[in-house]
C-alpha cells in the first residue's frame, strides 16, 4: 500500500487519484487509531524507512538505532487512541515527533561518540580520479564532524528541516519549543555548518 501522492496528470483523474489515496491513508489511520495490528503493520512497513533515517542521521552508527526504532513504533501504537486522524497534524510529523524525542533523549544520556569515517562513504563512481574521491571523502568527512559538532536540538532542527521536510512550526512542535526559537536554532546550526566547512575544510 502507497500512501504517496498520486502521480496521475493534472485534471479529474489526478484529482481523484489523489483523493482516493487521501482515503485511503485516513482509512489507514483511522484503523491504527483503533488500534487494529494489521492495519498498524501495514503503518509500520510505510513509515519505517522515514523513522530509521531520521534516528540514523541524529544518532550516527549507533546500536540504539534499531532499539529507539522498535521504540517509537511501540509509543506510536500505545498512543493512536489519542491522534486525531482529522486534526492539523500529518501523522508522520507525529511519529517523526515521537522519533526525535526518543534520539535526543537517548544523545543525553549516553553522548555517544560517532566515527566519522565509517559514517561517511566515499561516493562511488568508476570515472572519479583518486584526487577527486579524496576531496568527495574529506568533504564528506567535513560535513559529519560539523554536523556531529552541532548542539543535539541544533542538529535535529537542521536534520527535521533539511532532509525530512518539516516546517518551522511543526519542528517546534517536535522539539517542544516555540516557533520562534525552532526558527533560531536552524539559523545557529546552519551558521555554524558554514564556519566549521570553512575551517576544516579545504580543496586539494
Known sequence: MSIAPSAAPPGPAGRL?????AA?????VARCCAQDPESFRIFVTIHQGKVFALLSR?????SDVDDLAQETFLR????FPRFDPDGPAKVSTWLLTIATRLALDSRRRRRAR???????????????TPESALS???????????????????RAALVLYDLHGLSLAEIGAALDVP???????LFRAREKMREALRRDWRTP
Do not use: Y
Not at 574529506?138 to 541544533?154: F, M, S, T, V
Not at 516557533?179 to 536554532?185: C, P
Open 76 to 79: 506510536a501504537f500505545r498512543a
Open 24 to 28: 485511503t491513508s485516513r482509512a489507514l
Open 179 to 185: 516557533e520562534s526559537t525552532a526558527k533560531t536554532r
Open 58 to 62: 541524529l544518532l550516527g552508527r549507533s
Open 17 to 21: 487519484g489523489a483523493e482516493a489515496d
Open 114 to 128: 560517532v566515527d566519522d569515517a565509517d559514517e561517511v562513504e566515499a561516493p562511488r563512481d568508476g570515472d572519479a
Open 136 to 154: 568527495q571523502r574529506e568533504l564528506g568527512q567535513a560535513i559529519a564532524r560539523a554536523a556531529e559538532a552541532l548542539p543535539d536540538e541544533q
